[in-house]
């Protein structure tokens, strides 16, 4: 029995495809900066915070690094209603990977402040800087620096995860695909495809990324 591959059908349903691609893309937006800030608080607080508040936090990142990222979003969605918090599938999406992305954010950073020389903390003392403005100046650029490819390439780790969003129904690249496959009965080419589209956002994202990276530090070699 010989498969005749057909991908010309697919442009039937560019406009699922396209608006797939911008959920996606919303979706890791949204991770990247919220996410991202989430962990600069978190490893502040883990490397340099007061110590009544490293017992939640290290609780906090403990948790979801060591467990599934859609046993998370599914108790986001489906756990949180009888409490009380009903959200959409884009918005339980969207917090999920909000609250994955700081975790393990979190850590990368505080290794980053963790290999910061003592002397650059004693430069800002001598400058009068407040702890805040020390930590902001002198400690956090250095440190976002030398993580920022182990940090550009949890990003596009966390990107390739939200596939699993569709599991809620969110309507992102995934769920598309999903959708065209169970009208065509096509699977090959829709997840052929959809790999394809999967590994042309990463190579982008990496791409901006490095980009991002030059601008924000320009002594430094994005890769």
Not at 7 to 13: A, I, N, S
Not at 40 to 45: D, E, G, L, N, S
Not at 167 to 179: E, G, K, R, V, Y
Request: proline share 5%; net charge positive; aromatic share 14%.
């Amino acid at each position: 029995m010989t498969y005749n591959f057909d991908f010309g059908w697919l442009l039937v349903y560019y406009p699922q495809i396209l608006h797939g691609i911008a959920i996606t893309i919303e979706l890791i937006v949204v991770a990247a900066v919220v996410g991202i800030a989430v962990g600069i608080c978190c490893a502040w607080v883990r490397a340099l915070g007061p110590a009544w508040l490293k017992p939640p936090v290290t609780a906090y990142v403990e948790l979801i690094r060591n467990t599934p990222f859609l046993i998370q979003l599914f108790f986001i969605y489906f756990g949180l209603p009888p409490l009380g918090l009903r959200l959409s599938e884009l918005e339980a999406a969207n917090l999920a990977m909000v609250v994955n992305l700081g975790a393990y954010s979190c850590e990368i950073i505080r290794a980053g402040i963790q290999a910061t020389p003592k002397g650059q903390f004693e430069a800002g003392a001598s400058l009068a800087m407040t702890p805040f403005e020390t930590f902001r100046h002198v400690v956090l650029v250095p440190a976002l620096q030398r993580i920022w490819p182990a940090l550009s390439s949890q990003v596009i780790i966390v990107m390739l995860g939200s596939a699993v969003v569709s599991q809620i129904a969110a309507q992102d690249l995934s769920f598309a695909t999903n959708f065209i496959q169970s009208r065509t009965f096509r699977a090959f080419e829709a997840y052929f495809f959809s790999t394809v589209l999967y590994l042309v956002l990463a190579i982008l994202l990496r791409w901006v990324l490095a980009r991002l990276g030059r601008i924000i530090f320009p002594r430094t070699v994005a890769r």
